[in-house]
């Protein structure tokens, strides 16, 4: 399986835009790039995805390298209720459902 | 987004009894659940695959005999710790995913923590 490499941890301010970056440079071309985040105590939520095009939706943005081999998530205005451990997570299109999650990065948002 | 419900939220026990986790899909049908695992201040750890009428598939190094999974029903998959001991204690949380929502996202439960006196 491809594995990817996240920073152990980053800050923010609150209000402020964050990237938070993933490196997976052996990723094949039928793995999608998943994050999902960890609020302390809870399970994780999923926040976005995507296989080669920038993604948006209301949570955050996929940002994708030409060559595949990074990606970024962007939250454009950090909140404090954002603070969490995010993950990046490559699964294969049409292979098991299951995610392996790697250490993420925890981030920590300043008010 | 789809609701996965897990019960109880938190148990204590003491060594040698077994301990039952509930995972359920509120408003999906789940033919296959995921059981994790996550240590303090650690990731998650991937145990097992719960597949409604048939057996699990555990991951390597995980005790099949040791943590049975039982998903009798398309909305119910149960985790049982055997003769559970201290360094059993843990987070555990399930997943499912809703084949409702095109975006193959997964949902979590709320976990539930494990503690063997």
């Known amino acids: 399986d491809a594995k990817t490499t996240q920073p152990n941890s980053m800050e923010s301010n609150e209000e402020e835009p964050v990237h938070l970056p993933c490196n997976h440079s052996t990723i094949s071309g039928t793995d999608y790039i998943h994050w999902y985040r960890q609020l302390p105590s809870q399970g994780p939520e999923y926040v976005i995805h995507?296989?080669?095009s920038n993604v948006n939706n209301r949570m955050a943005s996929l940002a994708i390298a030409e060559d595949r081999k990074s990606s970024t998530l962007i939250l454009h205005r950090a909140t404090l209720r954002d603070a969490a451990v995010y993950y990046c997570i490559l699964r294969k299109r049409g292979g098991s459902e299951k995610l392996v999650f790697g250490k993420g990065t925890k981030l920590t948002v300043n008010p | 987004g789809a609701v996965v419900s897990q019960h109880p939220s938190r148990v204590i026990c003491k060594s040698g009894t077994s301990v039952k986790i509930e995972c359920r899909s509120l408003d999906f049908q789940a033919t296959t659940m995921f059981w994790y695992r996550q240590f303090p201040k650690k990731s998650l750890m991937l145990m097992a695959t719960?597949?409604?009428?048939?057996?699990?598939?555990?991951e390597q190094g995980v005790e099949k005999d040791k943590f049975l999974i039982n998903h009798a029903s398309l909305t119910l998959s149960t985790l049982t710790v055997t003769s559970a001991h201290p360094e059993d204690s843990s987070f555990y949380i399930c997943?499912?995913?809703?084949?409702?929502?095109?975006?193959?996202?997964?949902?979590f439960g709320p976990g539930t923590r494990l503690t063997v006196l």
């Open positions: 719960s597949n409604e009428g048939s057996k699990a598939t555990y």
């Open positions: 995507g296989l080669t």
């Open positions: 997943s499912a995913r809703d084949p409702r929502h095109p975006n193959n996202e997964q949902f």
